[in-house]
C-alpha cells in the first residue's frame, strides 16, 4: 500500500477550546507523520477559495464566516492509507453521529463546529496541502 498525503485543519473551534495538543496527540499515536504545520487566521476570502467547491451549498457563508473567525492550524499528514484512516480517526461530518471515541464525538459541537477538516480523497489531499504549504515546506518525516 502507498503512502499517503492528507490534509488536516484543526478548525477554529478547536483552537478556541485549547485541544490541538491533544487531537494532534491522537493523529501521531495513530501512526500518521506531520509533514507541515502552522498557525493561520484564514480571511474570508481565503475561506472562500479553500472551501470553493462548496460555493453552491446553502452552507457556504456560514462555513466561511466560521473557518475565518479564529485562528486555526492546517497540518500535512502523511501514512498508509491516509485518507480513510484519518476519516476513520476524525468520524463523521455530524458529531452525534460520529463512531464513540473518535475526535469528533470526543470533541465536536455541530455539523459546522467539528474540530477538525480531512480530505477526501488522495488527489484533494494533495491539492489541499498545496492550499497552504508550498512543497519546500513538506517535510517527509520517515
Known sequence: MATERTL???????VRKEKVGEVLRRIQDAGFQLCAMK???????????FYAVHE??????????????GPCVPVVLEKENAI???RELIGATDPDEAAEG?????FAGSIQE?????SDSPSNGQKEAGYFFPEHEIVANT
Open 8 to 14: 488536516a485543519i484543526l478548525k477554529p473551534d478547536c
Open 39 to 49: 498557525m493561520i487566521t484564514m480571511s474570508k476570502a481565503e475561506a472562500e477559495g
Open 56 to 69: 453552491d451549498k446553502p452552507f457556504f457563508d456560514d462555513l466561511t464566516d466560521f473557518m475565518s473567525s
Open 84 to 86: 480513510a484512516d484519518f
Open 102 to 106: 473518535t475526535i469528533r464525538s470526543d
Open 114 to 118: 467539528n474540530i477538525v477538516h480531512g
